[in-house]
Every structure is written in C-alpha cells, then in structure tokens.
C-alpha cells in the first residue's frame, strides 16, 4: 500500500506542487485581503492539488510511449508498471470529480469555470504534438492558479489579478523553455515541437529570459494594482534576483545545471513571492 502510494507521488511528482500552489494562495489572501478563514482555505487547496494531479496524470498516460523512448524519462511508474494505466485513468477522474466538487464548495462561478479547466488541463498533454508554443500553454494552465484562489474567494475578476495571472504564465513559460533544453535531439527525432527543438537553444534561452523579464514587469504591476508595500516589492527584488541566477547557471554551453535551475530555484520564487504577499498583508 506505501509502495503504491509513493509510486503515485512519483508519477505526479506531488513535490512539483510548489509551483502552484502559493500563487493560488496568492490569489486567495488577496481577495480576501488577509485570512479568508479555513473553509476558503481547505477548499482552494485541495482544488489546487487536484487539479494538479489531474492534469499530471494525463500528460504521463498521453505520453506514456514517448517517455518509454527517451532515457530521461525511461524510468517513470507508468512506463515500468508501477502504476498501471486502468488505475492511472481512474486516478485522474477521481481529481476531476473532487475538482469539480471543491469548486462547488467554493461558489457558483468556480463550479461554472471547473470542467473547462479541466478540459484545457487536460488538453495540454497533446500541445506539443503541433505547437512548439506548448510552453505558453503550460504557463496559462499554471496562471489559473492565483486566479482560481481570487475567484475562490471573490467571484468578479479585477486587473489586479490578471497581472499574477499574465506574471505566472510568463514564469512558467520561462522556465519550461529551460528545462526543455535537456530532450532537443530526441525531440527533433520524435517529431515533437518545443522552442529549443524548433528554433535551437541559443534563441530560445532568450526567450525564456524576455519571458522571465516580461513575468517581473506583470508581477510589479499587481503588487502596485493592489497597493503592496515594501515588504513584497523587497521580496519581488529577491525573485528578480533568483531569475537572473538561473539564467547566469544555464547557457547553451552550460546545460548540467538545468534541474537545479528547473526545479530548487523556481520552487523558491513561488514561495518568496507568497511570503511577501502575505507578510505584506499583515504587517
């Protein structure tokens, strides 16, 4: 039973969460403009959660035979079987249904929005098979995050958010253009579209850096709409900071680095970003 268990953490990498889940946070202590009280709380996160491991389950069953071709991947649960496929599917609708059902706890317009985020979740899986601006649609999959904890919370949509929307779309896109850096060749081979297969990794490491610069600029926008002070500006500054760190790491002759860029670095800015938001709340 632990076995199973941990070989579906492994299979939807339940770390990786820290990506998402404080800007829903975000979202969220902002609508409320401080504590939104633990139901709010308890139900965005385990919409958040699910909606993750949803979307998680489907890219690893979609690619399941591609992943068993590449050797970075070749190792992953459902291509050694310790997942099975019937079981992975009935995973992935068990999320779906507790998605839909956390959004009905939360309010009418979540539950109205949850199936068409489960939908575009979902269809993300394939993007790559046709467009090598698969990146963006990852980021815009992730954005739904702060969005989803203002709406949990506040259902009308103001421009505030729509700037940590616009600033996590961008993020994400940044750095999923880093990390897929490391397939290039078997991608060409497989006839899979991303921006370094498609256009090298030179030009779209520069991408990914005007990305990461473009996420700054909305991320300030928001913490000005909402009228932030010091302590997230400072901690924005610190998130600047990181960015720029994991472009000094990974350059076209410089690739080792890109787990550490992809991974410790980022799940950093998600939580110094949330800090600061909620510090700045508070204090």
Same mark, same amino acid.
């Given at each position: 039973?632990?076995? =199973?268990?941990?070989?579906?953490?492994?299979?939807?990498?339940i770390e990786?969460?820290?990506?998402?889940?404080?800007? @829903?946070?975000?979202?969220?202590?902002?609508?409320? =403009? %401080?504590?939104p009280g633990w139901e709010k709380f308890f139900w965005v996160s385990v919409a958040m959660v699910c909606i993750r491991s949803f979307a998680?389950?489907?890219?690893?069953? /979609?690619?399941? =035979?591609? =992943?068993?071709?590449?050797? #970075?991947?070749?190792? #992953?649960?459902?291509?050694?079987?310790?997942? %099975?496929?019937?079981? $992975?599917? %009935?995973? @992935?609708l068990v999320c779906a249904i507790l998605f839909v059902i956390s959004c009905a706890m939360l309010n009418r317009v979540c539950l109205l929005l949850s199936v068409p985020v489960v939908v575009w979740a979902g269809l993300y899986s394939y993007s790559k098979r046709f467009t090598?601006? &698969?990146?963006?649609?990852?980021?815009?999959?992730? $954005?739904? $995050?702060?969005l989803g904890g203002w709406l949990g919370f506040r259902p009308v949509v103001v421009p505030g958010i729509l700037d940590f929307f616009f600033g996590v779309l961008f993020w /994400?896109?940044?750095?999923?253009?880093?990390?897929? &850096?490391?397939?290039v060749d078997f991608d060409r081979e497989e006839g899979l579209?991303?921006?370094?297969?498609?256009?090298g990794e030179a030009s779209s490491l520069y991408i990914s850096t005007l990305s990461h610069v473009i996420a700054i600029i909305f991320f300030f926008l928001g913490g000005f709409?909402?009228?932030?002070?010091?302590?997230?500006?400072?901690?924005?500054?610190?998130?600047?900071?990181?960015l720029m760190?994991?472009?000094?790491?990974?350059?076209?002759?410089?690739?080792?680095?890109?787990?550490?860029?992809?991974?410790?670095?980022?799940a950093i800015v998600a939580c110094v970003l949330c800090a600061g938001v909620i510090m700045d709340l508070f204090l």
């Open positions: 039973m632990i076995r =199973d268990v941990l070989a579906v953490a492994r299979m939807i990498k990786h969460s820290i990506f998402a889940l404080p800007f @829903a946070y975000i979202g969220l202590f902002l609508a409320a =403009d %401080g504590w998680m389950t489907i890219n690893r069953i /979609v690619d399941r =035979d591609i =992943d068993a071709k590449n050797p #970075r991947t070749s190792n #992953r649960p459902l291509v050694v079987g310790d997942v %099975g496929v019937g079981f $992975a599917w %009935g995973f @992935a090598s601006l &698969c990146h963006f649609w990852l980021g815009s999959v992730l $954005a739904l $995050a702060p /994400v896109a940044g750095f999923d253009i880093i990390y897929s &850096c490391q397939d579209h991303s921006l370094p297969a498609n256009l709409s909402f009228s932030l002070g010091w302590i997230y500006f400072l901690s924005l500054l610190g998130v600047s900071l990181i760190l994991e472009h000094i790491l990974v350059t076209p002759d410089r690739t080792q680095h890109i787990s550490l860029a992809f991974f410790n670095l980022n």
